[in-house]
């Protein structure tokens, strides 16, 4: 007897199309009809169709990419012979081979998500070398910051003419390199206000990337890049007080996680902003565990008033202020009980980092926030039956431990006493949550 469609359906979804080579028996055997198995089979079809379209974009922006880098390193490696007239036109000719791509593209095969991405990174890099070729023939005068600049406000357009991902990636990477050759090298200057100003400019694409798929590998890639490049030029506001960027750091991480709690409908792998924000928490705590922490981080002569009017302070509260707010909007309405022990984390290790200028407890304080953290998240894991969760919150006290071993001078016995009841606690946990779910299988 046939069974019904929506539980044949169903049952191909959760084998992963594994019993699909098993189709024709479930035919003969009349356990599926001829119905449900072309309905089966077309849409496997689309799934493997879509899959391939995935990698055809992927090998397409890689050749363009490669072909790009190719011409140019052919062009360097004659250049000193070639005349003038000569050069110009091969400084040219990238570019407008790539703009009749991007025009072919738009005009006859605007569907093409492989065509459009390959095209516009093609053109990307065109530019960039039509930039660099045009100012080393004429002796044009400029540096790297001014190349980075021209070049990337050049390339944000093609952003949105072409609806392009890995144009908005590229043009994040260009920002990226443009503000910490700006704010990072010896002789640049110091203030980089304009990377956010540029930052702003793909705001709206990705906001049309969240609102069409944010589950799809482009906001992925995006969300990994965009606190990366955040994180990355944050530091270039280091003057006089650059010990005050720790708080603008731990402010910068709690907002990444507050950010992360939108995004928890996908894979953890695809929400950068959450495991970036975590990780970066736990690390600076793991910082302030240390001992010698207070000799290296906390002034006792400090001009405090003198500080408060800084350009690291102010930049610290507003990011504090602004992650407090996301905070608010992210927990409205919900209850106390989902609440998360890192959600809140960054504001009680900021007030421990300025108790550490006045007492030496801070430390104390720090490490015992730190075991804190680590059992309220196995509390979570075991009561929601994560082993993910779980074993974070175990990795939590064993990099504690780890810690600790290096800063202190406990008997190496009671050392390796600790090391080996830390691994049964990872087996026997484990142990548990694993018995406790075939239990519930069983039932």
Known sequence: MCVGRASVLKYFWNQNYTAMKNLTELINANIVSEEVAKEIRTFNAKKDNGSSNKLLIVFGILGAILVGLGVILVLAHNWDELPRGIKVVFAFLPLIIGQLVCAYTLLKKPESTALRESSTAFLILAIGSSISLVSQIYNIPGNVNTFLLSWMLLSLPLVYIMKSSIGSLLYLVGITCYAAATGYTYYAVKDVYLYWILLLGIVPHYMHLLKKNPNGSAISFHNWLVPISIMIILGTFASRHEDMLMVTYLSLFG?????????????????????????????????????????????????????????????????????????????????????????????????????????????????????????????????????????????????????????????????????????????????????????????
């Open 255 to 443: 907002l990444f996680y507050a950010v992360g709690e939108f995004f928890t409908t996908g894979k953890l792998r695809n929400n950068a902003f959450r495991i970036i924000g975590s990780l970066g928490q736990l690390s600076f705590l793991l910082v302030l565990s240390f001992s010698d922490s207070s000799r290296y981080l906390f002034r006792s002569n400090i001009d405090w008033g003198y500080m408060m009017g800084s350009k690291e302070v102010i930049v610290a509260l507003v990011i504090t202020i602004i992650t407090v707010f996301v905070i608010f909007l992210q927990r409205k309405g919900k209850p106390i009980q989902t609440f998360n022990p890192l959600t809140l984390s960054f504001i009680l290790a900021i007030g421990l980092f300025f108790m550490g200028f006045a007492s030496g407890y801070a430390v104390l304080a720090v490490n015992l926030l730190l075991v804190a953290i680590g059992v309220l998240t196995i509390r979570k894991g075991a009561k929601q039956d994560h082993l993910g969760i779980l074993n974070y919150g175990l990795l939590i006290i064993s990099a504690l431990i780890v810690c600790r071993f290096f800063d202190t001078n406990i008997n190496f016995i009671v050392k390796g006493v600790l090391f080996v009841l830390l691994g049964v606690s990872f087996f026997y946990t484990n142990y548990l949550i694993i018995k406790k779910r075939n239990k519930n299988v069983k039932k």
